[in-house]
């Protein structure tokens, strides 16, 4: 990134109170837009979460449907078996009992599966933001990089603190007491 203060502009200083507004404007224009670049691209773990949510709701309608499946099944196999008689009664039972059994037991491994996506899900999100973090160390100026890590962490109340902050310093930096 290049430093915007070092252009001519810089050099010479505003010609005056109006110039020195828009100036500040600009900066505060584009540290806004930059803030904002960076906290739509941080809601990657609320995305992740929304994700991760989804697929434990699919696996517990899934696990619901084939716990009805599997007592209908139970059912109708009761009824032809009573019809039978006793000894194909029992049999019948047993075989549909076992077929509960896989039943649940196949709801489970689809809700523990469905768990750990999610939960590969937010690691993936966090190993993003820190990603970001990092990122933002290294590639963003030492004068704004509290801010824009606070605004990766926080963004919402840092937008406003952190533009006021920075308007701050740059006017004290631009015009000190004398």
């Known amino acids: 990134m290049t430093d915007r203060t070092t252009g001519d502009q810089a050099s010479t200083g505003a010609k005056g109170p109006d110039e020195l507004r828009r100036q500040i404007e600009r900066t505060r224009s584009e540290l806004g837009d930059t803030v904002e670049e960076l906290a739509g691209k941080m809601d990657v773990k609320g995305r992740a979460r929304a994700r991760a949510a989804d697929l434990r709701d699919k696996a517990g309608a899934l696990t619901v449907q084939l716990r009805s499946s599997a007592a209908q099944a139970g059912h109708t196999v009761h009824d ?3 019809q039978a008689g006793h000894k194909v009664q029992d049999r019948a039972v047993q075989a549909g009992h076992k077929v ?3 039943a649940v ?4 491994k689809a809700q523990d599966r469905t768990l750990r996506a999610g939960e590969a899900t937010q690691d993936g999100a966090a190993r993003t933001g820190r990603e970001l973090e990092r990122r933002a160390q290294h590639s963003v100026p030492a004068p704004v990089r509290p801010v824009v890590l606070a605004a990766i962490r926080h ?3 840092v937008l406003i603190v952190g533009a006021a902050v920075i308007a701050v310093a740059v006017v004290s930096w631009r015009y000190p007491k004398k």
């Open 80 to 82: 032809k078996a009573t």
């Open 100 to 102: 509960q059994d896989r």
């Open 105 to 108: 037991e196949a709801g489970h």
């Open 155 to 157: 963004p919402r109340p």
